[in-house]
């Protein structure tokens, strides 16, 4: 069974513009949730999504938004993008998202700004 | 605000001996801990859990004691081995997979 799958990798931006990030879930899990992780904050959650609704959502600026699709894809976007947004961002698939289960995450997209 | 602190940023180890890793928490509508370790660049990879109704929880090497009255947790590696160097992250739960990570302690297990 694949893990979860984030692309791309690295990315490089500029201040201002705006990057799309991608997520796919282990197969079968429907819960999928984004974190980000900074030297200085540590790993944040942004938010989880789960049957294409936004089911929780961490203190993030409105910039961070995301989606899921019927297939329990999710992007995560990144809008007029500032400095401080370089970071690690890591997404994290459980079947249904219920208080028990393991959550997995994937190897993350280091992304730069400049 | 921060709700989960883990309070040594690292931790050295001789090879063979246990490991010790501390977690504390302050939220009390926790109901569900997770240690994760992590590599620099790389995903975490989840170790063990517990669940607040549980006191301890082991599996192989690793183990997970739950003090609720105090707010603590704590991870047991015995015995530790090289390979066990690395980041470990202790995360709480309490809705969904909105999980709050403590900083992280970093492990050196030296052979």
């Known amino acids: 069974k694949a893990g979860v799958t984030q692309t791309p990798r690295y990315l490089i931006k500029t201040r201002g513009q705006q990057v799309t990030l991608s997520c796919s879930p282990i197969?079968?899990?429907?819960?999928v949730s984004w974190y980000q992780q900074t030297p200085g904050q540590g790993l944040q959650f942004l938010f989880e999504?789960?049957?294409?609704?936004?089911?929780n959502k961490g203190n993030f600026p409105g910039r961070f938004s995301g989606r899921q699709f019927s297939n329990s894809r999710s992007e995560m976007n990144v809008s007029t993008l500032e400095l401080g947004d370089s970071a690690l961002y890591l997404c994290?698939?459980?079947?249904?998202?219920?208080?028990?289960?393991?959550?997995?995450f994937g190897s993350g997209t280091q992304l730069s700004v400049l | 605000d921060q709700q989960v602190k883990q309070n040594s940023p690292s931790l050295s180890v001789q090879e063979g001996r246990i490991s010790i890793l501390n977690c504390d928490y302050t939220?009390?509508?926790?109901?569900?801990f997770l240690w994760y370790k992590k590599y620099p660049a790389e995903g975490p990879t989840f170790l063990i859990s517990?669940?607040?109704?549980?006191d301890k929880n082991e599996d192989g090497r690793f183990t997970v004691f739950l003090n609720k009255s105090a707010k603590h947790l704590s991870l047991h590696i015995v015995p530790s081995q090289p390979g066990d160097s690395a980041v470990y992250f202790c995360?709480?739960?309490?809705?969904?997979?909105?999980?709050?990570f403590g900083g992280g302690t970093r492990l050196m297990v030296k052979p």
């Open positions: 994290a698939s459980s079947q249904t998202g219920s208080l028990n289960e393991k959550l997995f």
């Open positions: 197969s079968g899990h429907r819960s």
């Open positions: 999504y789960f049957s294409e609704t936004q089911r």
């Open positions: 939220n009390s509508m926790f109901d569900y």
């Open positions: 517990i669940s607040s109704i549980k």
């Open positions: 995360a709480a739960r309490r809705a969904g997979n909105m999980l709050t």
